[in-house]
């Protein structure tokens, strides 16, 4: 799969964690994650504790992200963020501060949802390209689907969870059982 040599920067706030990778072609320059360690005091993740702690840690997890990746803001040429699925508050976040850097620095965005990120996130080096089409399955929190992969930008969902997902349905065992919070 061939794919451009531009310099992404790439905001992930679906959930709880802030991520934050450098991208160039198919090279992760820098990938980093902000955990939000308030939520296991609770059990799982405080949708607005979550926002909030988004807010905190964008900024510096960005800062640090362009740091290690070793380029300036003026070597990024697109802003990817993640549109959904996720908890809204920190989508909101996410986006927010998404679309207001890629403004300051007169660059375009990239919305990405979620799941299919996941799906496509195998394929960066130095992981071999797909062969197309795949039948895929993802389980990410409160979304679980069977997905027919024909290419990068064509997918089709031919089967998803009705009321609780794979993901939830390990986290209640999992409390059930007394683990502890990730």
Same mark, same amino acid.
């Given at each position: 799969m061939k794919i451009p040599e531009i310099t992404i920067l790439a905001i992930e706030s679906s959930c709880d964690d802030t991520g934050v990778a450098v991208i160039k072609g198919n090279q992760v320059l820098s990938n980093l994650?902000?955990?939000?360690?308030?939520?296991?005091r609770? %059990? %799982? @993740? @405080?949708?607005? $504790? *979550?926002?909030?702690?988004? $807010?905190?840690?964008? !900024?510096? !997890?960005?800062?640090?992200? $362009?740091?290690?990746? %070793?380029?300036?803001?003026?070597?990024?040429?697109a802003v990817a963020y993640t549109i959904g699925p996720g908890l809204n508050g920190s989508?909101? @976040? %996410? !986006?927010?501060?998404?679309?207001? /850097?890629? /403004? *300051?620095?007169?660059?375009?965005t990239v919305p990405v949802h979620h799941m299919r990120a996941h799906i496509l996130a195998h394929f960066l080096a130095p992981n071999p390209a797909p062969d197309f089409p795949f039948l895929c399955m993802t389980v990410s929190g409160g979304h679980t689907q069977i997905v027919h992969v024909h290419s990068p930008s064509k997918m089709e969902v031919i089967g998803t969870t009705l009321d609780d997902a794979a993901g939830e349905a390990f986290d209640k065992v999992a409390k059930l059982i007394g683990l502890p919070y990730p």
């Open positions: 994650v902000a955990n939000q360690e308030i939520h296991s609770y %059990g %799982g @993740v @405080v949708p607005e $504790l *979550a926002s909030r702690a988004h $807010l905190s840690n964008i !900024t510096p !997890t960005v800062d640090l992200a $362009l740091k290690d990746a %070793g380029i300036s803001h003026d070597k990024i040429d989508l909101l @976040v %996410g !986006t927010s501060f998404a679309k207001a /850097w890629a /403004w *300051a620095n007169d660059l375009p």
